[in-house]
């Protein structure tokens, strides 16, 4: 039978090389941090606009459309929409239906000054309704046919104008902030909105950016879908709201992905090489030490498993550190652009278990990868030559 090496012998001399250890495992926590801090952003990203669409809601718009922005419904064909069979009603017996002209306005950042696109979207009473995860935390909604607005958080708190009670100017109009919603961190949260009627005669459009409805029964989604796009006086597309936002996402999360990870990849070899030599010193300081195994009867392969243990210990301890750190940006907000429409989306850092393992393994392939050739170079000693350099 195969001796191990106690594991108690492994962290012992990870403790006498204390200063060392820490400054090695301070390398791989801040590389380790720079990896989960882009999966969070990424999954931040997507999380806000996934949480904006709701399964049993249909969104409708011109077929080709990558967005809202460049989407054109006119009113005839929107009227047609609305007819459709299978669309749920109010308590009152209307259809739950909004048409909604969708633009972007240039307004300054309320910190530095510095204009940014904001989404701002007409709505009507049943596209409130057909957001369930809206509500107004500050004043009131607007009152249709009036040139009263209601602001996202984000906006809110992010743009000069757009706070309660203060007054926003575009599109030849000025337009009073009656209220502030809380959109439950989903992209909603980064948008104005308006009266959709007031929203088209203040812009001069004559087609809506999109339709959206909710299906009365949500296993009629394929065949409402075929029926409007098979209808040639529509050219129009249709797709489940929460689709349709996953999608908006997909750009910008995967570049954000792609970029930190690269440089992730491109930091973590400065953190293996550290480990690299961290682990070669130790096998350099105790010789002496492995000779003493290899005599007390532990094979090479005992010996490779503890130096190469050594050095997954050691990459676990700075993975547990940077992942802590990370952990820190979960409270934190920032605001991008979309790829996708070109406006503003707030959003923050979210840590899931996936991103916890998928962290804690990047961070044991660090130390594998590091204490593989130290550790195969002790287990390769002879014990004579051991003895004979102690």
């Not at 006498?16 to 999954?43: C, H, I, N």
């Not at 299978?86 to 017996?93: F, L, Q, V």
């Not at 999360?253 to 970029?259: D, G, H």
């Amino acid at each position: 039978m195969v001796k191990a090496i106690p594991l108690s012998y492994i962290a012992r001399n990870l403790w006498v090389r204390r200063v060392t250890t820490a400054l090695t495992a301070g390398g791989m926590a801040l590389v380790v941090y720079v990896f989960a801090t882009v999966l969070m952003m990424s999954e931040g990203i997507r999380a806000t606009l996934v949480a904006t669409g709701q399964p049993d809601n249909v969104m409708v718009l011109r077929k080709g459309a990558g967005s809202e922005i460049n989407s054109g419904i006119s009113r005839g064909q929107a009227a047609i929409i609305e007819s459709l069979p299978g669309i749920a009603t109010d308590a009152t017996g209307l259809r739950l239906v909004s048409k909604e002209p969708v633009v972007l306005n240039n307004l300054p950042k309320r910190d530095t000054g510095k204009p940014a696109n904001v989404t701002v979207r007409g709505t009507t009473p049943q596209g409130l309704e057909l957001r369930p995860q809206v509500r107004i935390v500050e004043g009131r909604m607007f009152r249709p046919g009036t040139s009263e607005i209601v602001t996202g958080s984000a906006v809110a708190k992010g743009f000069r104008g757009a706070a309660l009670g203060e007054t926003l100017r575009f599109a030849g109009r000025d337009w009073h902030v009656v209220g502030v919603f809380d959109a439950a961190r989903s992209a909603f949260d980064s948008e104005i909105w308006g009266d959709a009627e007031q929203m088209m005669q203040a812009y001069r459009r004559n087609s809506f950016s999109s339709v959206v409805f909710r299906l009365a029964d949500a296993e009629r989604l394929d065949a409402i879908k075929a029926e409007i796009e098979n209808d040639p006086r529509l050219q129009l597309d249709a797709k489940r709201e929460d689709k349709f936002y996953a999608e908006q996402s997909a750009a910008l999360a995967t570049f954000i992905s792609i970029l930190g990870l690269t440089l992730s990849i491109i930091f973590s070899i400065g953190a293996v090489v550290g480990a690299t030599i961290t682990m070669f010193a130790a096998v350099a300081s105790r010789i002496g030490e492995i000779g003493t195994l290899r005599a007390l009867g532990f094979r090479r392969g005992a010996v490779l498993t503890a130096f190469l243990s050594e050095s997954l210990l050691l990459a676990l301890v700075g993975g547990l550190v940077g992942l802590a750190a990370a952990s820190l940006m979960t409270t934190v907000s920032l605001s991008t652009t979309n790829f996708q429409t070109f406006s503003e989306i707030a959003f923050q850092f979210r840590l899931t278990p996936k991103i916890a393992l998928q962290t804690i393994l990047f961070a044991l392939a660090m130390g594998f990868v590091g204490g593989f050739i130290p550790a195969w170079r002790a287990a390769r000693l002879k014990i004579v030559d051991c003895l004979r350099a102690a």
